[in-house]
């Protein structure tokens, strides 16, 4: 049994265990800890007590920390990638890619915290010196969601612990045990500055969230607990970091090709069945084109190999849960009482009984006000709506609550200026959707957060900032009163 890392130490949940279960055949995996409050309060104290010395050890060493997590992840990318699989469902080739790409993060962090303190700027007077200097923050709690339990996690806690914070991390509660495996990656910080521990939302979350030691919260998750995180933080005026829901549009232009589009519409669809924060799931289609993108999406579709993520051979792996899969089914019926048709899927695969799984949907005739075009599904729907043209496309893109991601299938230079312009998204794509780089921000605009992660944008917002007036010279000044 996992069990949690406080302080350096592995210890025992004072909660009864939890059972850890693998989607595609609903099996236990194994039992894990599960954190109380007490043991939350006790994982901020180690974490505030040890942020004095943290904050003060040179960047190189911090560097070179960092490194070693990436080095360690490397080292046991194979066994990391395989236990994702078992707790996530998805597929052993995107995991690896996946453990990969945070050891890439750590690098990247490190170097970007080993040469980055803030900035010197002009002096309005000839005898001082102005510093701008970018400090750590102190202690944050980073809350992950069960989607990308090892990515969204380095997303937060490579920046976090470049800048020189000390962190709290609490996983998801349907993937607490491929989490809790992570602390191997830190054994070798000193204590304290990493704690992972385990535990419900409603008590362990509520916790750090609200723990007046907590300087920042950083939260993947949904749009309701992201805004119940926002008022929580109010008190205390604490730094948030929001990367929440999304209801991403994709346009297909008349220009587009046509293959290509449908292709890739498909891919940014059903990937990790849907559960991805940037999926598709509004598709905007010209009308000149819009017969033949829609033929060859739905043959696509039912073409994909649903199956689980340790067999090479699957593309669309199984849901989280049975619960998360009732929601997307509901979403999905009501639509069709409201009118719309489903071309291909729409139920639970006849030949797979066992294990989450959702047949990849595709629904058309839909209208605006459809609860499928307004809320965020998460789950394997993608919903194709023909157009005028690119006017209207646009308008309707941003007819949204959400603004997360956004793409754009096109040859027109035109179009595609407009649109990164104009569109009302924090990520935007042109030709190629889901594209991250580690380099580059990443966040949403409207209720899909606030903050960037990744790139120097993502760094920064674990930092605060202070403004340094030096007067080198000494003396007084004439401005000052006088003193008789």
């Known amino acids: 049994m996992r069990r949690l890392w406080i302080d350096g130490n592995q210890i025992p949940g004072d909660e009864k265990p939890r059972k850890a279960i693998n989607p595609a055949s609903e099996q236990v ?32 060493e911090k560097a070179e920390m960092l490194h070693e997590v990436a080095r360690r992840l490397r080292q046991n990318l194979e066994e990391i990638a395989e236990e994702l699989t078992l707790e996530t469902g998805q597929t052993m080739k995107k995991n690896r890619g996946y453990v990969e790409w945070s050891a890439q993060c750590f690098d990247y962090f490190a170097e970007l915290g080993r040469h980055y303190r803030g900035r010197v700027i002009p002096s309005p ?46 996983p998801a509660s349907y993937t607490p045990w491929v989490s809790l495996g992570f602390t191997r990656l830190f054994e070798h910080f000193p204590p304290g500055v990493v704690n992972l521990l385990t535990g419900s939302g409603a008590r362990v979350g509520e916790t750090l969230v609200t723990h007046p030691d907590v300087r920042m919260i950083a939260f993947t998750g949904s749009t309701e607990v992201g805004q119940h995180i926002m008022r929580q933080a109010a008190d ?40 991805v924060c940037t999926s598709v799931e509004r598709v905007f289609v010209d ?29 669309v792996t199984p849901m989280i849960r049975p619960e998360e899969r009732e929601k997307v089914d509901l979403q999905v019926k009501q639509s069709v009482d409201d ?11 006849p030949d797979k009984p066992t294990g989450f799984y959702y047949e990849p949907t595709i629904l058309t005739g839909l209208a605006q006000e459809m609860e499928i075009l307004q809320e965020e599904t998460f789950g394997p729907v993608l919903p194709i709506i023909p157009v005028s043209g690119f006017d209207e496309a646009m308008q309707r893109a941003n007819q949204s609550k959400y603004g997360l991601g956004a793409t754009l299938f096109t040859n027109d230079a035109r179009k595609v200026q407009r649109y990164m312009e104009e569109i009302e998204a924090g ?7 889901l594209i991250d780089n580690v380099a ?40 000052w009163f006088s003193s008789g």
Not at 40 to 47: H, P, S, W, Y
Not at 130 to 151: D, E, F, H, Q, R
Not at 339 to 349: D, K, M, N, S
Request: aromatic fraction near 8%.
């Open 236 to 275: 205390d005026m604490k730094h948030i970091h929001l990367e929440l829901g999304g209801k991403d549009p994709l346009i297909v232009c008349e220009d587009a090709d046509i293959n290509c589009a449908a292709q890739a519409a498909v891919w940014a669809g059903f990937l990790n069945a849907g559960q």
């Open 29 to 60: 995996i194994d039992e894990v800890s599960w954190a109380s409050v007490r043991q939350a309060n006790a994982a901020v104290e180690a974490a505030k007590k040890a942020f004095p010395k943290w904050r003060r050890i040179p960047a190189n």
């Open 339 to 349: 009118g719309a048709e489903i071309l291909t899927g729409g139920r639970v695969p």
């Open 427 to 433: 990520n935007v794509w042109v030709n190629d959707p």
């Open 125 to 170: 007077e000839g005898s001082q010196l102005s510093l701008v200097l970018k400090v750590p923050l102190g202690v944050v709690a980073a809350i992950i969601p069960w989607n990308y339990p090892l990515l969204l996690m380095v997303w937060k806690v490579a920046p976090a612990l470049a800048a020189g914070n000390t962190v709290v991390i609490k």
């Open 287 to 315: 009308h000149q084109v819009y017969p033949a993108f829609l033929e060859k999406v739905t043959e696509l579709t039912k073409q994909l190999v649903i199956g689980p993520g340790i067999d090479p051979t699957s593309q």
């Open 440 to 479: 580059g921000p990443f966040g949403g605009m409207k209720r899909s957060g606030i903050g960037r992660e990744l790139g120097q944008e993502g760094f920064e917002e674990f930092l605060d900032t202070k403004h340094v007036h030096w007067e080198i010279e000494g003396g007084s000044k004439p401005w």
